[in-house]
């Protein structure tokens, strides 16, 4: 059964880079089916996505973030990894990885990441 | 971009209801919709990809119906544990997901 798992901080300062990463078991990450994404959720509130990636580094953002958003892939780890920059309050926001099909079929568990000082 | 609205935002229901949940595009998505459902605490579990497939091991009281901006997630028969939120999300150019529809206990 494939699982995502994510880990990093849970509480970051304005201004600062979150840093994220996903990590799959049960499966391989190499798969040339899929693509990887992140979807964050603040609280209360609905989903948005943030990007995807595929095995070979190819990535596509939504185009709001994409100027602050960098997601890498490490297939030797079975993990892909999230950074977002210049982060502000608005950034709060429990984050998902999940793999990337006809929509989103495997999820995390998602991460609470706050945005404080 | 491609807005995702969908109507109503919260439904109040009964066990065994009919319940319908609208989702728009504000262009043509052709089929590259999928529904998901969310109860708190919890990641979004999938249930209906390509507009009308039904993801494995989905109960088949739901169903999805639809194509190009219009589209419908219907439970036949509302199930105690159908009580969540539901959201629509286009993947024909980029992600975009609906606001959600909380579907309450009447």
């Known amino acids: 059964q494939l699982q995502l798992q994510e880990s990093g901080p849970g509480l970051v300062k304005p201004s600062e880079t979150l840093s994220l990463t996903c990590t799959v078991s049960g499966g391989s990450i190499s798969s040339s089916s899929y693509y990887w994404g992140w979807i964050r959720q603040p609280p209360g509130k609905g989903l948005e996505w943030i990007g995807s990636?595929?095995?070979?580094?190819?990535?596509y953002y939504n185009p709001s973030l994409k100027s602050r958003v960098t997601i890498s892939v490490d297939t030797s780890k079975n993990q892909f990894s999230l950074k977002l920059s210049s982060v502000t309050a608005a950034d709060t926001a429990v984050y998902y990885c999940?793999?990337?099909?006809?929509?989103?079929?495997?999820w995390g568990q998602g991460t609470l990441v706050t945005v404080s000082s | 971009d491609i807005q995702m609205t969908q109507s109503p935002s919260t439904l109040s229901a009964s066990v065994g209801d009919r319940v319908t949940i609208t989702c728009r595009a504000s262009q043509s998505i052709s089929s590259w919709l999928a529904w998901y459902q969310q109860k708190p605490g919890k990641a979004p579990k999938l249930l209906i990809y390509k507009a009308s497939s039904l993801e494995s091991g989905v109960p088949s009281r739901f169903s999805g119906s639809g194509s190009g901006t219009e589209f419908t997630l219907t439970i036949s028969s509302l199930q105690p544990d159908d009580f969540a939120t539901y959201y629509c999300?286009?993947?024909?150019?980029?992600?975009?997901f609906g606001g959600g529809t909380k579907v309450e206990i009447k």
């Open positions: 990636i595929y095995y070979s580094g190819s990535t």
């Open positions: 999300q286009q993947y024909n150019s980029y992600c975009t």
């Open positions: 999940a793999r990337n099909s006809n929509g989103f079929d495997y």
